[in-house]
């Protein structure tokens, strides 16, 4: 079981998770403050769509075989 928690904790330092969650704290300061543009919103959304849509596919990939991509 601790293999796996650091498995996950070193996935949780690619380049990718540190810039979604520095994003995420910079979104939450904003929100509390009440200063959150448009522009950043835009952005947001974005970086975290692309987060999550990767994700995703690493799942599918993994429940799939990783064969998504197999014309037949």
């Given at each position: 079981m601790n293999?796996?928690?650091i498995k996950r904790l070193g996935a949780l330092m690619s380049v990718k998770?540190?810039?979604t969650?520095?994003?995420t704290a910079v979104f939450a300061y904003l929100a509390i403050t009440g200063q959150i543009a448009q522009d950043f919103?835009?952005?947001y959304a974005?970086?975290?769509a692309f987060y999550f849509g990767t994700q995703?596919?690493?799942i599918q990939d993994v429940?799939?075989?990783g064969d998504s991509n197999d014309a037949g």
């Open positions: 293999e796996n928690i998770s540190i810039v969650l520095a994003l919103m835009t952005v974005v970086v975290i995703s596919q690493k429940i799939g075989g």
